[in-house]
T-cell receptor, first 116, second 110 residues
Framework: SAVISQKPSRDICQRGTSLTIQCQVDSQVTMMFWYRQQPGQSLTLIATANQGSEATYESGFVIDKFPISRPNLTFSTLTVSNMSPEDSSIYLC?????????????FGAGTRLSVL | DAKTTQPTSMDCAEGRAANLPCNHSTISGNEYVYWYRQIHSQGPQYIIHGLKNNETNEMASLIITEDRKSSTLILPHATLRDTAVYYCIVFTGGGNKLTFGTGTQLKVEL
């Protein structure tokens, strides 16, 4: 399975600021995904990020609030912009496995964000 | 994607088998049954998936009924480290959208 590293693992931010979360994979992957998990809730897909194209956002999520970059096949960033306390969540990066794991999505450990 | 129904919570004694049920009565022919788990404060971990045959790997076994309307995840010898939320998800696989429900909170106790 892919090894996924997310940075930072946690952060406390002030209202109105922005935070960029990094996701690094140990192998080249075609598809990467960003999820949000609000306190006590299940995971919700924010967007799908493919290298060389614009990210595809799910209903309820917009590029101005959650801009995503995917500069190469091993790296992606998610920015949470103009944060409010409602953005306090765990943000998770996921990748689609290659080879034998091609039908499996693997997840990073997540970034725990608290907005004051 | 088809909707799944799981019990909210289950308890299991350490060393015993944990059997986690899932109903997916509206599953379509090209949808797989996937199981993930999420240990507290960690990202979801893939466990197993199957289409219609029973599957087994080093972590668990997946039993799918013949009509594919329900399935059971079996952890043969549960340990305290298996305490987690277990998600049953049906979807077509690959880069399609994974839709997480509320899952089953499994608590393994001494």
């Amino acid at each position: 399975s892919a090894v996924i590293s997310q940075k930072p693992s946690r952060d406390i931010c002030q209202r109105g600021t922005s935070l960029t979360i990094q996701c690094q994979v140990d192998s080249q992957v075609t598809m990467m995904f960003w999820y949000r998990q609000q306190p006590g809730q299940s995971l919700t897909l924010i967007a799908t990020a493919n290298q060389g194209s614009e990210a595809t956002y799910e209903s309820g999520f917009v590029i101005d609030k959650f801009p995503i970059s995917r500069p190469n096949l091993t790296f992606s960033t998610l920015t949470v912009s103009n944060m409010s306390p409602e953005d306090s969540s765990i943000y998770l990066c996921s990748v689609l496995g290659q080879g034998w794991g091609k039908n499996i999505q693997y997840f990073g450990a997540g970034t725990r964000l608290s907005v004051l | 994607d088809a909707k799944t129904t799981q019990p909210t919570s289950m308890d299991c004694a350490e060393g015993r088998a944990a059997n986690l049920p899932c109903n997916h009565s509206t599953i379509s022919g090209n949808e797989y049954v996937y199981w993930y788990r999420q240990i507290h404060s960690q990202g979801p971990q893939y466990i197993i998936h199957g289409l219609k045959n029973n599957e087994t790997n080093e972590m668990a076994s997946l039993i799918i009924t013949e009509d594919r309307k329900s399935s059971t995840l079996i952890l043969p010898h549960a340990t305290l480290r298996d305490t987690a939320v277990y998600y049953c998800i049906v979807f077509t696989g690959g880069g399609n959208k994974l839709t997480f429900g509320t899952g089953t909170q499994l608590k393994v106790e001494l």
